[in-house]
């Protein structure tokens, strides 16, 4: 009796260790959903400019310790530029973009991105407590030697201070294809305050036409931690004049059947 109570007991064990390893075994790897990249001559060589979008479908995780990997071949298939991008951390069921340059010695005639896997971090609060970065009055202006150069502001919806985010500012088509990106960094964001940005976004080909521009900001790190204590210090009421009109005398509750009085 005695063992059969200690097998029985063995079995539900192991079924909950394999319950609690079970979504952690499940994650989804992070998915390059876009990038594009240019190649501008230069007096140092040639300067490589790329942007990408990293997609994380996991809706509780974060992605840690993320690093791209850019490499540049020429014509013949020899490597001519390689570089290590360090990537902030991907928020729960968002995305991640990121931009950067790099010069290269040989003209580059394919350019790759890859990017090494996620390390996973469940997050310490609900989904909905991680609320976005705005950014307003957002302009971008064309330049005499081709660049764009975008600027706006940025607000921080969190009761405490931001010390550090990126803005990136990704420019599209009219048929929403990525053709390039750009990014800066704006430090001490604090509530109420609405610092101003500006990048400068290289390489996009004369021949293309930018119709529109994204800006997405998020927190500085490779790790979750930034976001989570903003998070954690709570947020900004959306709400917070007090109502100056005189209540209705009666609720107007769902209840109500025609005829009643008003």
Same mark, same amino acid.
């Given at each position: 009796?005695?063992?059969?109570?200690?097998?029985?007991?063995?079995?539900?064990?192991?079924?909950?260790?394999?319950?609690?390893?079970?979504?952690?075994?499940?994650? /989804?790897?992070?998915?390059?959903?876009?990038?594009?990249?240019?190649?501008?001559?230069?007096?140092?060589?040639?300067?490589?400019?790329?942007?990408?979008?990293?997609?994380?479908?996991?809706?509780?995780?974060?992605?840690?310790?993320?690093?791209?990997?850019?490499?540049?071949?020429?014509?013949?298939?020899?490597?001519?530029?390689?570089?290590?991008?360090?990537?902030?951390?991907? @928020?729960?069921?968002? /995305?991640?973009?990121?931009?950067?340059?790099?010069?290269?010695?040989?003209?580059?005639? /394919?350019?790759?991105?890859?990017?090494?896997?996620?390390?996973?971090?469940?997050?310490?609060?609900?989904?909905?407590?991680?609320?976005?970065?705005?950014?307003?009055?957002?302009?971008?202006?064309?330049?005499?030697?081709?660049?764009?150069?975008?600027?706006? &502001?940025?607000?921080?919806?969190?009761?405490?201070?931001?010390?550090?985010?990126?803005?990136?500012?990704?420019?599209?088509?009219?048929?929403?294809?990525?053709?390039?990106?750009?990014?800066?960094?704006?430090?001490?964001?604090?509530?109420?305050?609405?610092?101003?940005?500006?990048?400068?976004?290289?390489?996009? @080909?004369?021949?293309?036409?930018?119709?529109?521009?994204?800006?997405?900001?998020?927190?500085?790190?490779? &790790?979750?931690? @930034?976001?989570?204590?903003?998070?954690?210090?709570?947020?900004?009421?959306?709400?917070?004049?007090?109502?100056?009109?005189? @209540?209705?005398?009666?609720?107007?509750?769902?209840?109500?059947?025609?005829?009643?009085?008003?």
């Amino acid at each position: 009796m005695r063992i059969t109570v200690l097998a029985l007991a063995a079995l539900f064990l192991t079924g909950c260790s394999g319950e609690e390893q079970a979504p952690t075994a499940q994650l /989804k790897p992070l998915a390059l959903a876009e990038q594009a990249s240019t190649v501008v001559k230069s007096d140092d060589g040639y300067v490589v400019n790329w942007a990408g979008v990293l997609s994380n479908d996991n809706p509780w995780h974060f992605g840690e310790h993320v690093v791209a990997t850019v490499v540049g071949r020429d014509s013949k298939g020899a490597e001519v530029v390689r570089m290590d991008q360090p990537l902030d951390a991907v @928020p729960p069921g968002g /995305k991640l973009a990121f931009t950067g340059q790099a010069v290269a010695d040989g003209k580059p005639a /394919k350019v790759t991105i890859e990017y090494r896997p996620a390390q996973w971090r469940q997050a310490a609060r609900v989904v909905s407590a991680f609320k976005p970065f705005r950014t307003s009055r957002v302009q971008s202006l064309r330049q005499k030697d081709g660049s764009y150069l975008v600027m706006g &502001t940025v607000a921080n919806p969190y009761r405490m201070p931001a010390s550090s985010l990126v803005v990136s500012a990704l420019l599209r088509d009219s048929a929403g294809k990525l053709l390039g990106g750009g990014s800066a960094f704006v430090d001490d964001v604090k509530t109420g305050t609405t610092p101003r940005f500006i990048l400068t976004v290289d390489g996009v @080909p004369s021949s293309a036409k930018v119709a529109r521009t994204e800006t997405v900001v998020r927190t500085w790190g490779s &790790t979750a931690r @930034p976001y989570e204590e903003l998070a954690l210090g709570g947020a900004v009421p959306v709400h917070t004049v007090k109502p100056t009109t005189e @209540p209705f005398l009666r609720d107007r509750a769902p209840q109500a059947m025609p005829g009643d009085e008003h």
